[in-house]
């Protein structure tokens, strides 16, 4: 006769050895090998999206930086507002030299926009084709301050900003279909291809860093002794660039509350 107790029997645990283990977890991928490489490929294609995604970012966020320490966080601009009337207001002759004598002004150049005068490729060009590209006079170390720089040729020196000599952004360049430099080559600058004269180009312009100025892009740059003799221009810078102490955001915020007053003084606004 057998007696049995009535309290249940602790069950052994049993230790699976490694090899067990694998062999055990190696069973679904052996028998569900499509399943298996089907999750491997998904595993795969979203790692590899998240890199791309991360890359892009950080090769943009890289692209930013560049194009701001290239362009500086130092530039500053001044351009004319409104009259009581409603007019563009016009800025002193003086204005570029007062504003270079403010402490941490460290360079100032400028434009002076030409009313009424265009550039064509050639007088037979019909006068209401201008391409919207404007004339202005420009001193001579605007490239530097303006983030721009020469791509073919030369810019204006001493002697040429007094001769029929221009240098052309680089919108200007493409839109009147010059590529290159050649010598002799010239445009016909003027009220209108009836009325004008041969200007001899002699350099194009990169395009303006992030396109920080793209008046410069589009327009003829000529020399102002040569606008004041040629075309008539009466010597009023329409836009001023400043450049205050680099990597001194203090100097550069209190400069840009002083420029309209430094400007000009008897119209700030």
């Given at each position: ?8 029997t ?13 062999g ?20 795969a ?17 890289a ?23 409603g ?19 460290i ?5 002076g926009?030409?009313?009424?005068v ?22 001579l ?12 040729g ?24 010059i ?26 312009l990169s ?6 100025a ?6 003829v ?49």
């Amino acid at each position: 006769m057998t007696t049995t107790s009535g309290r249940p029997t602790t069950p052994v645990a049993v230790r699976l050895r490694p090899g067990d283990l694998a062999g055990l977890a190696s069973i679904g991928l052996r028998t569900r090998k499509l399943r298996a490489g089907l999750s491997a490929l998904g595993i795969a294609i979203g790692v590899a999206a998240i890199v791309a995604v991360l890359g892009l970012a950080a090769s943009s966020q890289a692209t930013v930086l560049n194009e701001i320490s290239q362009l500086g966080t130092n530039l500053l601009t001044v351009t004319p507002g409104q009259d009581l009337s409603g007019n563009t207001a016009e800025l002193p002759e003086a204005a570029p030299g007062m504003i270079r004598r403010l402490n941490g002004v460290i360079a100032v150049q400028d434009i002076g926009g030409i009313s009424g005068v265009y550039a064509y490729k050639s007088p037979y060009i019909p006068s209401i084709e201008t391409n919207a590209l404007s004339v202005d006079a420009a001193t001579l170390n605007l490239p530097a301050v303006a983030s721009t720089s020469i791509a073919q040729g030369r810019f204006l020196n001493a002697a040429t900003a007094r001769e029929p000599v221009a240098v052309l952004g680089a919108t200007t360049a493409q839109l009147l279909g010059i590529d290159r430099i050649l010598p002799g080559m010239r445009i016909w600058v003027g009220p209108s291809p009836a009325v004008g004269q041969w200007f001899y180009v002699t350099g194009i312009l990169s395009p303006s860093i992030a396109r920080l100025a793209p008046e410069i892009d589009s327009s003829v740059l000529v020399g102002f002794p040569a606008a004041e003799h040629y075309l008539g221009f009466d010597g009023h810078p329409s836009e001023i660039y400043v450049r205050t102490t680099p990597d001194n955001q203090a100097v550069t915020s209190s400069i840009d509350g002083l420029l309209g007053g430094q400007a000009n003084p008897e119209n700030p606004g």
